[in-house]
């Protein structure tokens, strides 16, 4: 009795022992956490969407005597007013721009400074700054400083995945909890919260179906776009505002802009793929391949992708496809209808013109041609961004506007269906072929002066021939239908005879 007491005390003891390390091992590990991000956070490094090396570091600002600093050297005003009654500030310095934010609750403005917060800024000075400002006035400043945070939560999550950031954001946190309880704190911290997107899946009896297909010529051209347009869709969302601030994409930094990179990279290489499959030695699938990407770019227009809309043209276009007289004659006037309409939209004349007016008259969603957004960041770019001391709030707005237009492309989203097998079949080579092969492979098909006449545009009051390719009227497509899925309804607004 007593040996059978003497083990149980034994195996007690073990299992406290056991459990005592395992917690003192656990609470040591939240320590070491803890120590690197405050050490993070003294040591200041730079974030990899931080300004540059050269950014000034802001000095201790005494907030209750800039409260009454309202002079031009501090900050400079809209000679009108706005429709709130308020004049609008072309020029501030980055503590006074703190003041009237929070002071003011103007969500447009902390909009325009969080996204452009780069051009001016390193986000752990800003934050420091914010931190400084509610330990002066903290009373005052509690509901203006919780919407400013809850609106840098939203705009730009990826900011606070820095050690260093988020060290200077427990600071701010334990002294809201001290000060003002810990639901204030936890009301703040409630922004950091992510919503997931929830993503129907295809059943085992669908995702086998889906793979009957073994080129992406075996897909209706309109379920081709829709494959391709909700390829580039999810691109636009994960789209950081980060990555279009200071040019980032032509930064020698591959991950300072790495969404931006690959849309820029994908457009390339389908406009090369378009051009490739087109020329191909036998006439019969050349011709087939060009009607199909002309009936998957008008379906692109009709559900708002411009992106790919472009990409497919630029490669209908390349001269060594445009040169093929023989094959353009033979399409019919309804297919060469379709492209004089998609030429003209993705026109390069007047600044893209055409296509910048549809733009602006499709509602969400739609897919930008990213171009145009970062060719306008460019020229913006050029202006000054400090005015001696002071932030041009103008800069800061031209650069706010054009990243705004691009990300509320995709605040609502399509109502697709995703088939992962033909995305896979949709998305380009990685191999680019050369333009010397291009146009040897085009000479193959038609040398030089073996057509009398310009380019045929299919002028369907001469007559066309109204041959259609074997491919395009006798192999049944896939479609989600034919996947036994439902039709997914779509109101789009934009259309291809509208201009």
């Known amino acids: 009795m007593r040996a059978r007491n003497l083990r149980y005390r034994i195996q007690s003891y073990a299992v406290t022992k056991i ?38 570091k802001v000095p201790e600002i005494d907030f209750k005597a800039l409260s009454s600093m309202n002079g031009k050297d501090q900050v400079v005003y809209e000679k009108r007013k706005s ?73 730009t999550p990826r900011d606070f995945d820095a050690p260093s950031l988020r060290g200077v954001l427990d600071e701010l946190l334990l002294f809201v909890r001290k000060g003002f309880g810990r639901d204030r704190a936890d009301s703040i911290l409630s922004g950091m919260e992510r919503k997931r997107e ?15 297909c073994r080129s992406y010529m075996d897909l209706e051209p309109l379920e081709a776009a829709r494959q391709l347009t909700l390829a580039s869709f999810s691109l636009i969302q994960d789209l950081d505002p980060r990555e279009l601030n200071q040019l980032a994409w032509q930064s020698t930094d591959t991950l300072r802009a790495p969404i931006v990179r690959v849309i820029i990279d994908r457009c390339n290489k389908v406009s090369n793929w378009v051009a490739t499959a087109v020329l ?54 309804p297919v060469m209808l379709e492209y ?40 913006i770019e050029e202006n000054p961004t400090m005015m001696g001391d002071q932030i041009s709030m103008d800069k800061m707005d031209m650069i ?14 399509y109502p697709l269906m995703r088939v992962p097998a033909w995305q896979a079949l949709l998305w380009p080579p990685s191999s680019f072929v050369e333009e010397q092969t291009l146009y040897n492979s085009s000479l193959k098909i038609e040398p030089r002066g073996a057509a009398d006449s310009p380019k045929l545009r299919a002028s369907v009051s ?7 390719s074997g491919n395009a009227c006798q192999t049944r497509r896939m479609t989600v239908e034919w996947l036994g899925l439902p039709t997914p309804s779509l109101s789009m607004s934009g259309r291809v005879l509208t201009i």
């Open 19 to 56: 459990q005592w390390a395992w917690r003192r091992g656990r609470i040591l590990r939240r320590w070491r956490t803890l120590a690197s991000n405050v050490v993070a956070a003294n040591e200041n490094p730079l974030d990899r969407f931080s300004a540059s090396k050269t950014t000034k």
């Open 83 to 155: 429709a709130r009654g308020s004049a609008k500030p072309t020029s501030v310095t980055l503590p006074k721009l703190v003041e009237i934010m929070i002071k003011t609750l103007d969500t447009e403005l902390m909009h325009t400074v969080i996204i452009t917060l780069p051009n001016f800024a390193e986000p752990y000075t800003f934050m420091k700054l914010l931190l400084a400002y509610l330990r002066t006035l903290d009373h005052t400043c509690l509901e203006g400083m919780t919407l400013l945070l809850h609106t840098w939560m939203r705009l």
């Open 198 to 212: 929830l993503v129907r899946g295809l059943s085992p009896k669908q995702i086998r179906m889906s793979k009957v």
């Open 280 to 333: 191909l030695e036998d006439e019969e699938a050349g011709i087939a391949a060009l009607e199909w990407w002309i009936a998957t770019a008008h379906h692109c227009l009709l559900l708002n992708n411009f992106s790919d809309l472009m990409s497919i043209a630029v490669g209908l276009q390349h001269h060594c496809v445009s040169r093929l007289h023989s094959r353009w004659a033979k399409l019919t006037p």
């Open 340 to 379: 004089q309409a998609i030429e003209k939209i993705t026109a390069m004349e007047k600044n893209y013109k055409n296509m910048r007016s549809l733009m602006k008259k499709t509602t969400a969603p739609l897919i930008p041609f990213l171009g145009i957004a970062l060719k306008d960041l460019v020229f």
């Open 400 to 413: 706010y506007r054009v990243i705004q237009t691009v990300k509320n492309c995709a605040s609502t989203t």
């Open 462 to 468: 001469d007559g066309g021939s109204l041959r259609m």
